[in-house]
């Protein structure tokens, strides 16, 4: 069970899991590679494509956390939390993880 009872006592975490500047910008390059790969998947109609945003979004945020940052990304530890706001998830990249 997560020590976290909503995502307003998860978010401080994941912010302290992200405050590496390279794993918050491999972070930010892969999530703007999901959204590149899922306009094309819409363009191209092509459901290839939505694997490739998987690996891309997953690929670059695992780099930055296993050889960055030195832990484990927070959806393994605890995807209730992580999973539902990927938007405001994805804003702390971009603004330095400021809360």
Request: aromatic fraction near 18%; glycine fraction near 8%; proline fraction near 7%.
């Amino acid at each position: 069970m997560s020590r976290f009872a909503s995502f307003r006592e998860f978010y401080p975490f994941y912010l302290d899991e992200h405050s590496n500047r390279t794993s918050r910008r491999l972070h930010f390059i892969g999530s703007c590679g999901v959204l590149a790969l899922l306009v094309l998947a819409i363009v191209e109609r092509n459901a290839w494509w939505l694997l490739a945003a998987l690996f891309c979004g997953y690929g670059f945020a695992w780099v930055g956390h296993f050889f960055f940052q030195k832990n484990r990304p927070a959806t393994f530890k605890h995807p209730p939390q992580a999973g539902p706001r990927p938007a405001r998830l994805a804003a702390a990249p971009t603004s330095g993880g400021q809360r």
